[in-house]
């Protein structure tokens, strides 16, 4: 077996080291520094090798798909930071809040649109849990409803475009990122859906879960009401078709899209006059920091990947994934679960750079469409987000949640929500053609 077996000690030390809370960057680069002198004292591993990585430090720097994580960062955080979110949401409330259930329909095309402008799921829940939340119980929503609707809702922007996810999917798979977003969108829309019909399915069979806003309250009417949902609808509905309309018809890369979207919302800041120098300053903040942290695991990972691989202990998974029962349906059902698994103890991007290393070349060799592959893995992330007793879109509602939501509720609402995205996840898997079409329309139209 040579010195695999070093490779596998180097895995399961990594991921042990992991597991007691020590940040993710040095983990990789801890483990990789350990057994890189164990693998050099046993003569495995040449420190010659280690002279690649400047090359791939380098090369990471100047890749053009990675600069549109800053600008899509940058995008959401005005946007959050502004009070346009919170606008959409209150104006599209008072629209809808009339039919039964016309809130809860209200927070989920909220969260879609949301998810098409900032990518950032962390801002999405925690903005809808503090506005929407207290209303929908006020007005005797069902709690658990409530929050799972949230909680759903808020975490689809890790899957409709422009997402983060996306971005760093589309690097380490090695697939364009603009064939990412095309082929990500329908499955997100088909999430979307399954929630409001899932919402509309309740207001006829439990009613009591899903009140309507009372009809004495006194909110805008008429030309008042029309001026007002324009102006909170409008604005980001045309910042979303600049963004990606500009990638879909071809008329600017991602990251090209990314920079026009980042200044478009500036603009909607300057034009709500809340473009001020704290506003840009805290939004410039969180994006250095989400970036730094991204770059940081990248260096690290690379680290990690040189050892590994020098070792043999990418081709020992590669030839483990490849040989499953079943071959591409084994190997399917094995690294979705495997993704699920480790969603529900790690960030996106720890997965990203963990997992998706080693079921890639499996992937390759066994022939998958690696657009639809990837998609398949970021539906998997959105479920795995969710998922009780650890789901990162649970912790960030509760953060923000009234005292009378307990944790346990919390936990419960998410449930009908997975089994929802377990279902869309199986359509995926089942109709390629849910990821394809729109890549397969785009091409058709780009050769016409």
């Known amino acids: 077996m040579g010195f695999e077996w070093l490779a596998i000690l180097m895995f399961a030390g990594f991921f042990i080291i992991l597991m007691t809370g020590y940040p993710v960057a040095f983990s990789f680069a801890g483990t990789a520094i350990i057994f890189g002198l164990i693998g050099w004292g046993v003569g495995a591993f040449d420190p010659n090798r280690l002279l690649l ?18 600008y899509f960062v940058f995008l959401g955080a005005v946007l959050e930071k502004s009070g346009i979110a919170e606008e959409l949401l209150e104006a599209l409330g008072i629209v809808m809040g009339r039919l039964r259930g016309g809130l809860a329909l209200a927070v989920i095309v909220v969260g879609t649109l949301l998810a098409a402008t900032t990518g950032v799921v962390a801002a999405t829940v925690i903005v809808m849990g503090m506005l929407s939340l207290p209303v929908m119980l006020r007005y005797g929503y069902d709690k658990q409803l409530a929050s799972g609707v949230i909680i759903a809702s808020g975490t689809l922007a890790q899957l409709i475009p422009p997402s983060l996810v996306l971005v760093i999917l589309s690097d380490q798979i090695g697939v364009s990122v603009g064939d990412l977003f095309l082929g990500a969108l329908i499955p997100g829309l088909m999430l979307s859906g399954s929630y409001m019909v899932y919402v509309v399915a309740l207001a006829f069979f439990q009613p009591e879960k899903v009140p309507a806003l009372p009809a004495d309250l006194a909110v805008p009417h008429g030309k008042a009401l029309i001026q007002r949902v324009v102006k909170a609808v409008l604005p980001p509905l045309l910042l979303i078709f600049a963004v990606l309309g500009s990638i879909f ?24 006059r809340r473009l001020t120098p704290k506003l840009l300053r805290d939004s410039a903040h969180s994006t250095a920091a989400i970036t730094a942290l991204v770059l940081m695991i990248l260096f690290c990972s690379s680290l990690f990947g040189l050892v590994f691989d020098a070792l043999g202990g990418k081709t020992v998974i590669t030839d483990l994934l490849t040989d499953l029962p079943g071959g591409y349906g084994g190997f399917l059902v094995v690294s979705n679960i495997i993704i699920f698994i480790l969603g529900a103890f790690l960030e996106f991007i720890e997965i990203c750079f963990i997992a998706l290393p080693l079921l890639v070349p499996a992937a390759q060799a066994l022939g998958l469409d690696m657009v639809w592959f990837g998609v398949i893995m970021a539906v998997n992330l959105q479920t795995a987000f969710i998922s009780p007793p650890v789901g990162f879109s649970l912790f960030y509602l ?13 936990h419960r609402s998410a449930l009908p929500f997975m089994v929802l995205q377990v279902v869309v996840l199986l359509i995926v898997i089942l109709f390629p053609q849910t990821v394809r079409w729109l890549i397969d329309l785009s091409a058709s139209t780009s050769v016409a």
């Not at 018809?249 to 709500?272: H, I, K, S, Y």
């Not at 005292?403 to 919390?410: G, L, Q």
């Open 249 to 272: 018809f071809g008329l600017a890369t991602p990251t090209e899209a990314g920079a026009v979207g980042a200044v478009g919302a500036c603009g909607l800041a300057a034009l709500n």
């Open 398 to 410: 509760q953060s923000v949640a009234p005292k009378e939501i307990s944790t346990a509720e919390i």
């Open 53 to 70: 990585l400047p090359n791939l430090w380098f090369s990471t720097m100047s890749n053009f798909t990675l600069l549109a994580i800053p």
